[in-house]
C-alpha cells in the first residue's frame, strides 16, 4: 500500500492552529471592506456583454417585422434540432417569410450556430438567460416570444460584424 | 471499337458520339449547364471546356465528337482555369438569393460554385437587375436574375413539349427569357422546366416555399394519373406528401412527366376527407367502429346473402396484390362469379407522348391477376343491371368512387341493402355504403402497377400510416424523421388508421375460416407469380426500380421519347 506522504512535516507553530485560524480571519477581515463581486439576484440582475450567448431571439426591424426569410440554415445546422421553420411568401422584396418558426427551448442548447450560420443577421443570442417552464408547451418559443426589437440585441450584432 | 483518353482513362465509344455522351456511358460526368440527355446540343454555358491535344484553343465535351485516338484532359491546369473563369462570369449578375431560393440544396450552381469555382468574386459592379417573381404560366415561375440562360428550357418547349412558347430577348447581360407575346408557358408538359432547370430561375408555383430540399425524404415511386405510370420520386415531410418528381426510366417516361400527374395525383393523400378507422352505418350516419367490429359485422352481414347476390366491383387504383386478394375472396370465399371492374377513360386527356387515354393507373394488372367475371359471371355493366332488376343485392367495392365518376351509379347503388367500399377518402360512394374500411393511399404501401405497355413497375411507401414506422419498414427517413420523438410537432404528422387493401380483406377471409399466410405486399406478390402464367418468376428484387416486362401474348412497343 502506497500512502501519501506530506511534503514536509507541519512545523509547530502550524501544529498548534491558533495562528493559522487568525491569519484567515485577518483575510475574511480585509475582505469585508473590499468592493463586492456579487449581486443580489433576483432584486438585482445581472447584465451579461454583447459576447454573452442567451436564448436565441429573431431580429425586428424598425417597421415591425422580421428580417428572417426563413431559409432554414438555422435549422439545418442547429445541432439538437431545436429549430422549425415553416416559410410562406410575402409580398415584401424578400419574396419569403417565416409564417412559423419556433426554438423548442428544451432541446436548445445555446451554441449559437443559428446566428453564425444566419446570412441574414436575423437570429442572434440575447441576454435573456431567464427560462422557466412547467410544461413542454410552454417550452415552445413561438414568433411572438422570439421578435426583439433590433434596438435591444445592437449591441450583440455589431459584435457580431466585429468577431465573426 | 475506337477508343480515346480523357484523363488517363480509355473510353470506348461509337462513331458519332461526343465526348460528353462517350464519358457519360462510362460513368465519368464532365461539368455541363446547358447540356442535357435528351436535348439538342446547344453549347452555351461553356462549362464543359476540356483541352484536346494539338488542338489550338479548348473545346466543348458537349459538342466535339469523339474520335479514335483522342487525347482529351478535363482536369489539366488550362481546363481547371477555363472552367473557373466561366464560374466567374456566370456567378457575376447571379444574385445572392440561396436563402430565399427554393433550388438551394438541388442547384447545379450551387453544386459546381463549390466544386469548380474558386470561391471569390473580382466583380465590384452593381449586378444587372431584372425582374423577380414573372408568373410565366399558371404552375411556373420565372425569376429572371438567376437565369444563367442556359436555354434548357426553351429547348424543352421546342423539342420535346413541341409547343414553342419560350424564346429568348434582348442581349448580352440583359439576355432573358419571355412567352411570345400573350401566350403564357401551359403546355401540359410545363413543369418539367422547372426539374431541367440547373439554377432556380424556374420554380414550381405549387411548391413555392413550401419546404427546404433537404428536410424532404424521396421514395422512388410510380404515378397514379395514368395508365402511363410515369416513374417518380415522392418527396415527403412529417409525412405529408409536399410534390412529386419524375425519374428516369428510358422505356416508360424519360426524364419527363406531365402537370396533372405532378399536381393532381397526391393531394387526396393530405386531404382531411381522409377515411381515418373503419366506419360503419348506423342511423343514416357513419360512426367510427373498432377494426374487429367493424369486420365481423361485415362478415356476419355478408352472410345473410347467397352467392347469385353479391357482386364485386375491382379497382383499377388499386395494386395487383389487393386485386389478387379481392378475386380470390370473391371466386373461392363467396363463391360468386359477378366480379369486375370500372373501366376509366377520358378522350380529352391522351396525348401522343406520355399521357394515356386511361386515367387510372393498374387497369391492366387487375385483368391479369383475375378481378374479370367468371363463367357465366356478369359484367360490369350486367352487374349495375342486375342490382337495378334487384339480382344483386349487395355489392362489395374496392377502392373506386364509381359515383363520382358516373353519377347515374348514385341512383343505381341506392338500391342495394349492403354496400361495402374499401376507401382512402370519403366520397360519393362512400356516402351510400354500409360499410367503409379505409383503404390507405398509394403512397403508403407496397405494391406492382401494370401500365398499358404491360410493365409492372413497383409503388413503394412513402407516408405512413398509423401501423407503420417508418425505420422498421425500411422506408427512407429524412433526417427529421431520423431524430424526431413524439414530442415534436414536426415529427408527429398526421398518420390515419388505414390499412392496404389486401390486408384488410386477409382479416375477412380468417374469419370465413381461411387461413392465410401473407404478411407482407411481396409474400402476396410472390403468389401471384407462382399462380399467374404472365408474372412467373417474377418478384420485387426483380422488378426493382425500373419495372419489368411481363410476357403478354401481343407485346406492346415500347415508346420512343
Same mark, same amino acid.
Given at each position: 500500500m502506497n500512502l501519501r506522504r506530506r511534503k514536509k512535516d507541519l512545523t509547530f507553530w502550524e501544529r498548534i492552529y491558533i495562528p493559522e485560524i487568525i491569519k484567515g480571519l485577518a483575510l475574511t477581515l480585509r475582505t469585508m471592506f473590499k468592493p463586492k463581486f456579487t449581486v443580489e439576484y433576483p432584486e438585482v440582475k445581472f447584465i451579461p456583454p454583447a459576447s454573452y450567448r442567451g436564448r436565441p431571439v429573431l431580429v425586428m426591424e424598425e417597421n415591425g417585422k422580421e428580417r428572417c426569410v426563413a431559409c432554414g440554415l438555422c435549422a439545418r445546422v442547429c445541432p439538437p434540432l431545436a429549430i422549425e421553420v415553416q416559410a410562406a411568401e410575402t409580398q415584401d422584396e424578400k419574396e419569403r417569410y417565416p409564417v %412559423?418558426?419556433?426554438?423548442?427551448?428544451?432541446r436548445c442548447i445555446f451554441c449559437g450556430f443559428c446566428e453564425e450560420?444566419? /446570412?441574414?443577421?436575423?437570429i442572434v443570442m440575447s441576454k435573456d438567460y431567464e427560462l422557466?417552464?412547467?410544461?413542454?408547451?410552454?417550452? +415552445?418559443?413561438?414568433?411572438? %416570444? +422570439? +421578435?426583439? /426589437?433590433?434596438k435591444q440585441v445592437q449591441d450583440r450584432i455589431d459584435f457580431l460584424r466585429h468577431y465573426k | 471499337m475506337p477508343k480515346f483518353v480523357l484523363d488517363g482513362i480509355e473510353i470506348e465509344f461509337t462513331q458519332g458520339q461526343t465526348i460528353m455522351e462517350a464519358a457519360k456511358a462510362k460513368g465519368i460526368t464532365i461539368p455541363?449547364?446547358? $447540356?442535357? #440527355?435528351? !436535348?439538342?446540343?446547344? =453549347?452555351?454555358?461553356? *462549362?464543359? !471546356? *476540356?483541352? *484536346?491535344?494539338?488542338? #489550338?484553343?479548348?473545346?466543348?465535351?458537349c459538342s466535339t465528337l469523339a474520335s479514335d485516338g483522342m487525347v482529351v484532359f478535363a482536369d489539366s491546369d488550362k481546363a481547371v482555369s477555363a472552367r473557373n473563369a466561366v464560374m466567374e462570369f456566370l456567378l457575376i449578375n447571379h444574385p445572392l438569393d440561396c436563402p430565399i431560393c427554393d433550388e438551394a440544396g438541388e442547384c447545379k450552381l450551387q453544386d459546381y460554385a463549390y466544386s469548380h469555382s474558386t470561391g471569390e468574386s473580382r466583380f465590384v459592379e452593381e449586378k444587372v437587375h431584372k425582374p423577380k417573381r414573372v408568373p410565366l404560366g399558371p404552375r411556373v415561375m420565372f425569376d429572371a436574375e438567376r437565369c444563367i440562360s442556359c436555354s434548357r428550357c426553351i429547348r424543352f418547349c421546342d423539342e420535346i413539349a413541341k409547343d414553342p412558347e419560350l424564346t429568348f430577348v434582348k442581349r448580352g447581360d440583359r439576355v432573358t427569357i419571355e412567352t411570345y407575346p400573350g401566350r403564357e408557358l401551359d403546355n401540359p408538359y410545363s413543369m418539367n422546366v422547372v426539374d431541367i432547370c440547373p439554377v432556380g430561375a424556374l420554380t414550381s408555383r405549387d411548391f413555392r416555399f413550401k419546404a427546404r430540399v433537404w428536410e424532404l425524404s424521396s421514395t422512388k415511386s410510380v404515378c397514379y394519373g395514368c395508365a402511363?405510370?410515369?416513374?417518380?420520386?415522392? $418527396?415527403v415531410r412529417n409525412n405529408e406528401v409536399l410534390r412529386l418528381t419524375p425519374r428516369y426510366n428510358k422505356?416508360?417516361?424519360?426524364? $419527363?412527366?406531365?402537370?396533372?400527374?405532378?399536381i393532381n395525383t397526391f393531394k387526396f393523400v393530405n386531404d382531411p376527407s381522409r377515411v381515418d378507422g373503419p366506419f360503419m352505418r348506423h342511423n343514416d350516419n357513419l360512426i367510427r367502429a373498432g377494426w374487429d367490429e367493424a369486420l365481423s359485422k361485415a362478415v356476419s352481414v355478408l352472410k345473410h346473402y347467397t352467392k347469385e347476390e353479391i357482386g364485386f366491383i375491382a379497382s383499377p387504383y388499386a395494386t395487383c396484390e389487393d386485386n389478387f386478394l379481392f378475386a380470390q375472396f370473391a371466386k373461392n370465399v363467396i363463391g360468386s362469379k359477378h366480379i369486375d371492374f370500372m373501366r376509366h377513360y377520358d378522350h380529352s386527356f391522351g396525348d401522343d407522348f406520355l399521357k394515356q387515354d386511361d386515367i387510372s393507373p393498374n387497369s391492366k394488372g387487375v385483368e391479369l391477376v383475375g378481378a374479370v367475371p367468371g363463367k357465366g359471371g356478369l359484367n360490369f355493366d350486367g352487374i349495375m343491371a342486375a342490382i337495378k332488376s334487384g339480382r344483386i343485392k349487395a355489392l362489395y367495392i374496392l377502392e373506386d368512387d364509381i359515383v363520382s365518376a358516373n353519377p347515374e351509379f348514385g341512383k343505381i347503388l341506392s338500391k342495394l341493402d349492403l354496400l361495402i367500399v374499401h376507401a382512402t377518402n370519403f366520397n360519393k360512394t362512400t356516402d351510400l355504403a354500409e360499410f367503409v374500411f379505409p383503404a390507405s393511399t398509394y403512397t403508403a404501401r407496397n405494391g406492382i402497377f401494370v401500365n398499358f405497355q404491360?410493365?409492372?413497375?413497383?409503388?413503394? #411507401?412513402?407516408?405512413?400510416?398509423?401501423?407503420?414506422?417508418? @425505420?422498421?419498414? =425500411?422506408?427512407?427517413? @429524412?433526417?427529421?424523421?431520423?431524430f424526431g420523438t413524439q414530442y415534436d410537432s414536426w415529427a408527429t404528422g398526421n398518420k390515419r388508421d388505414a390499412r392496404s387493401s389486401w390486408k384488410i380483406l386477409q382479416a375477412l377471409m380468417q374469419l370465413y375460416g381461411i387461413k392465410q399466410k401473407y404478411s407482407l405486399a411481396e409474400d402476396v406478390f410472390l403468389d401471384i407469380a407462382k399462380n399467374i402464367k404472365t408474372f412467373h418468376g417474377l418478384n420485387y428484387e426483380i422488378i426493382g426500380d425500373q419495372g419489368s416486362?411481363?410476357?403478354? *401474348?401481343v407485346p406492346e412497343t415500347a415508346v420512343k421519347v
Open positions: %412559423k418558426f419556433e426554438i423548442n427551448m428544451i450560420v444566419c /446570412p441574414e443577421e436575423a422557466s417552464f412547467s410544461s413542454r408547451e410552454e417550452a +415552445l418559443y413561438g414568433k411572438d %416570444k +422570439l +421578435l426583439t /426589437p433590433i | 455541363h449547364f446547358c $447540356w442535357h #440527355p435528351e !436535348l439538342s446540343i446547344s =453549347g452555351n454555358c461553356r *462549362v464543359c !471546356l *476540356v483541352e *484536346v491535344e494539338k488542338m #489550338p484553343k479548348l473545346v466543348i465535351a402511363r405510370g410515369c416513374n417518380t420520386e415522392i $418527396w422505356d416508360v417516361n424519360s426524364y $419527363w412527366m406531365c402537370d396533372h400527374g405532378r404491360g410493365r409492372a413497375q413497383r409503388i413503394r #411507401p412513402a407516408a405512413s400510416t398509423i401501423e407503420q414506422d417508418r @425505420s422498421l419498414d =425500411g422506408m427512407s427517413l @429524412s433526417r427529421l424523421d431520423k416486362l411481363l410476357n403478354l *401474348v
